[in-house]
C-alpha cells in the first residue's frame, strides 16, 4: 500500500482542526451569552448555529493552517507538539471576537476560565513563565484600566479584563507587542468606520476583535517583532 506524502498528513492536521474548533466557536458564540438555554443543547439549534456562522470555519481553517505553517517553520521539532495550547488561544480568541462583534460584550464566563488556563499552562511550563504571564496580565489589565480611569466611557470593563487576559496568553515580553497591535488596529478600523458613516464620532465600535488580533500576532510573530524593534 502507498504511504500517505507527509505534505498531505502536515495539510490535514490544520484543516481537521479548523473545523473541531470552527465548530465549538460557532456552538459557544450563540450558546454562552444567553447562559446555555435548553435548547443550546438541541442538535437542529446547534446545526443552525453552524449554518449562520460559516465564516467562521473558513476562518479557523485559515488561521490555523497558518499558524501551523509559523510553528513548522520556526522549529526543528515535532511541530504538533506545541501546537494544542497555541491552538486552544486562538480559538479562545475567535470566539471573544464572534460574542463582541454579535453581542458587544466580552463574557466573564469565558475570560474567568481562560485566565485559569493561562495561569495553569504557564505554571507547568516553569516559574519563570508563570512570573512573565503575571506581570504580563498586570501590564495589560494594568495599561488599560488606567485609560478607563482617565478616559471614562473609552474603554469597557470587558476590554480592561481582556487586556489583561491578553497579558497572560503572551507574557511579558510580548505583550506590549499585542497591546500596541490591537491598538493601532483598533483605530485603523474607527478611522474606516468614521470614513463609511458606518459609525458617528462619538459611537463606539466593536474594540475586543482588535485586541484579540494584536494577540494572535503577538503569539505567532512577538519573537520577530520585538527583535526587529531592538535592532
Request: aromatic content about 12%.
Amino acid at each position: 500500500m502507498a504511504s500517505v506524502p507527509s505534505a498531505w498528513i502536515e495539510l490535514t492536521f490544520p484543516l481537521v482542526w479548523g473545523v473541531v474548533y470552527g465548530s465549538t466557536v460557532n456552538w459557544l458564540a450563540g450558546s454562552l451569552p444567553n447562559g446555555f438555554p435548553a435548547h443550546a443543547f438541541d442538535l437542529r439549534y446547534v446545526l443552525s448555529q453552524q449554518q449562520r456562522r460559516r465564516w467562521v470555519f473558513g476562518a479557523a481553517v485559515v488561521l490555523f493552517t497558518y499558524a501551523f505553517w509559523v510553528v513548522s517553520q520556526a522549529t526543528s521539532q515535532e511541530p504538533t507538539k506545541s501546537l494544542p495550547l497555541l491552538f486552544f488561544y486562538l480559538a479562545l480568541f475567535l470566539l471573544i471576537t464572534v460574542i463582541d462583534i454579535e453581542h458587544r460584550r466580552v463574557p466573564n464566563l469565558v475570560i474567568g476560565p481562560a485566565a485559569g488556563v493561562a495561569l495553569i499552562a504557564a505554571m507547568v511550563q516553569s516559574p519563570e513563565t508563570l512570573l512573565s504571564a503575571v506581570i504580563g496580565g498586570g501590564i495589560g489589565f494594568g495599561c488599560f484600566l488606567l485609560i478607563g480611569l482617565t478616559r471614562p466611557g473609552a474603554m469597557g470593563g470587558g476590554d480592561i479584563k481582556l487586556a489583561g487576559l491578553i497579558g497572560l496568553v503572551t507574557g511579558a515580553a510580548y505583550t506590549p507587542v499585542a497591546l500596541v497591535v490591537g491598538v493601532l488596529a483598533g483605530g485603523i478600523g474607527a478611522a474606516i468606520f468614521l470614513g463609511a458613516k458606518r459609525v458617528q464620532r462619538k459611537g463606539s465600535i466593536a474594540y475586543a476583535p482588535y485586541l484579540c488580533f494584536g494577540a494572535v500576532i503577538a503569539l505567532l510573530h512577538g519573537a520577530e517583532i520585538v527583535a526587529w524593534y531592538l535592532r
